[in-house]
């Protein structure tokens, strides 16, 4: 366990945020920090093949150590954190054996932890919990999967009585502003089939996201003095208001859980003249998710044509990028892989949690690559913000459940 917690809190004491307005890979230069770090450890506990690229990714090699032929896997997560809320100066709070109660993160600024809010805590009473001082985020999303992966690496090196294949792990940059599968390279990594231990609470199993888009819709309007305005002035923020009320009431984040897909607005800029909204679609249907994208289009077509006259041009622009698709589709066809992680976990004690992602990991865009990728808890909860948590135990079993695939892999 304390293993474990040394190497968790060096790697979330680094502060490794990332850039969504950086053109750069990575997208910061503190990034590079934890890169070069661990690379020297894989060098040091003795992987081979230890690399990394001008882009930051890191990529090893444990060999296979049985005579048979093996399936080459891989263990994937991202170095980086989140911008939602800063990764600088974090200062992690060590909770042993956790009685159930409030924690109190930062008496100063009365933050505090609360199982009444946070109701999953009373799932780790008796464990050790590593917490924020709340005033950063702690960073377990992906730090913990790091974590986990460096000590099964290590726990096999050690332990050469445990037969495995060929194992290759690769830590990533900018997964958190959506591009840390962008320059992975899928032929060097050399896995026939790789798993991301990117999720959350303990026993979650994750072979399905959303599909993913986002849109950029922009509004004109006619500037006009008020007091003369009748029949002539066209507010552009009103027009943006109107084209939001179009859309399903319900089908927002705020509304909609389990495979419920959803439109959400998540920017709002403008004057009189132009406005412009930003929306994300999520759907993990691929022909609903079509026909979400369809009906922006059409909503926006409509208010082209009522003020085609009044306007005299498209009063109504439409961007609309993919983003990421539903691994499912690749997934599928190699199903035994998701059943392999589902029996480790069965294995060590763990209930599978198989249910859909809210979102997307590294995985769903490698399954397009051709490394397909399912998604393995890492343990914590609460990612992105002040209350973010990891339990000790959890990570100890993710890195068991690592070794448990390796070893069952050997075995099929």
């Known amino acids: 366990m304390q293993k474990i917690i040394d190497r968790f809190v060096s790697y979330v004491t680094i502060d490794t945020e990332s850039d969504p307005n950086s053109t750069t890979t990575p997208s910061t230069e503190k990034q590079w920090n934890l890169a070069n770090k661990l690379v ?35 263990f994937v997560a991202h170095f980086d954190t989140t911008p939602d809320f800063t990764g600088a100066n974090v200062n992690p709070q060590i909770i042993e054996n956790y009685d159930g109660k409030d924690i109190v993160l930062n008496a100063e600024q009365n933050i505090i932890l609360s199982p009444s809010y946070f109701e999953d805590l009373l799932l780790y009473k008796g464990q050790t919990l590593i917490t924020t001082d709340g005033t950063t985020l702690l960073g ?90 009748k029949g002539k002035m066209i507010n552009s923020m009103l027009l943006a208001s109107q084209f939001i009320a179009e859309l399903p009431a319900n089908e927002v984040p705020e509304k909609t859980t389990g495979y419920e897909g959803f439109f959400h607005v998540h920017t709002l800029e403008g004057s009189l003249e132009e406005t412009t909204v930003g929306f994300i679609i999520r759907d993990h249907d691929r022909a609903k998710f079509e026909a979400r994208k369809e009906l922006i289009h059409t909503i926006a077509d409509k208010f082209n044509k009522d003020y085609a006259k009044q306007f005299g041009e498209d009063i109504c622009t439409v961007e609309i990028k993919d983003q990421y698709f539903n691994m499912r589709e690749k997934v599928e066809p190699v199903f035994h892989i998701v059943e392999i992680a589902e029996k480790a976990m069965k294995e060590l004690g763990i209930e599978p949690i198989i249910k859909p992602i809210r979102g997307g990991t590294d995985g769903s865009q490698l399954s397009y690559m051709g490394l397909p990728c399912p998604n393995i808890f890492a343990g914590g909860h609460n990612f992105h913000g002040k209350y973010e948590y990891v339990p000790v135990e959890s990570m100890i079993k993710a890195t068991e459940v690592i070794v448990k695939i390796a070893e069952l892999t050997a075995k099929k």
Do not use: C
Not at 40 to 49: I, N
């Open 40 to 74: 020297d450890e894989l060098k040091a506990m003795g992987m081979e093949d230890v690399t990394i690229d001008e882009n930051a990714y890191v990529m090893a090699t444990l060999p296979s150590n049985v005579e048979h032929d093996v399936p080459t896997i891989g």
């Open 140 to 229: 377990a999303d992906d730090k913990a999967g790091i974590t986990e992966i460096m000590e099964a690496m290590d726990y096999l090196i050690q332990h050469p009585e445990i037969k495995h294949g060929k194992i290759r792990v690769g830590f990533t940059p900018d997964e958190e502003i959506g591009r840390g599968a962008h320059k992975f390279d899928v032929a060097k990594f050399g896995a026939d089939w790789a798993y991301t231990m990117d999720g959350s609470q303990i026993g979650e199993l994750e072979y399905e996201n959303f599909n993913a888009a986002g849109a950029k819709v922009t509004f004109k309007g006619k500037s006009v003095h008020p007091g003369y305005a």
